[in-house]
């Protein structure tokens, strides 16, 4: 069974950063992608970025310029860094790596337990 725990959330003032990491059970070159979520509360869960296998990125509109997603393979881990954060960044964040199991099967997304990160003053 895929583990992944992420790490390194908390508490923070607008305009300071963060980095958190996921790490994962086994490789992650053997996922199609790894990515992170964010749930505000009363809020469904949305896409933060994503890396695939060979590297590419990809983030939603409100992080574009501040978050990057960067990727260690020989660690097997997964790292966002979060500049110049805002109270609207207040989320609980969560790592997600997608599986292909095949072209009748599909895809099998694993994820971890999530990590809080509030932005107030």
């Known amino acids: 069974q895929v583990q992944l725990v992420e790490s390194g959330g908390g508490l923070v003032q607008p305009g300071d950063s963060l980095r958190l990491s996921c790490a994962a059970s086994?490789?992650?070159?053997?996922?199609?992608?790894m990515g992170w979520y964010r749930q505000a509360p009363g809020k469904q869960r949305e896409l933060v970025a994503t890396?695939?296998?060979?590297?590419?990125?990809s983030y939603a509109d409100s992080v574009k310029g501040r978050f990057t997603v960067s990727r260690d393979n020989a660690k097997n881990a997964v790292y966002l860094q979060m500049n110049s954060l805002k109270p609207e960044d207040t989320a609980v964040y969560y790592c997600?790596?997608?599986?292909?199991?095949?072209?009748?099967?599909?895809?099998?997304?694993?994820w971890g337990q999530g990590t809080q990160v509030t932005v107030s003053s």
């Open positions: 997600k790596a997608e599986r292909y199991l095949g072209y009748y099967e599909g895809t099998y997304d694993y």
């Open positions: 890396t695939i296998r060979y590297g590419s990125t």
């Open positions: 086994e490789s992650i070159f053997s996922f199609n992608s």
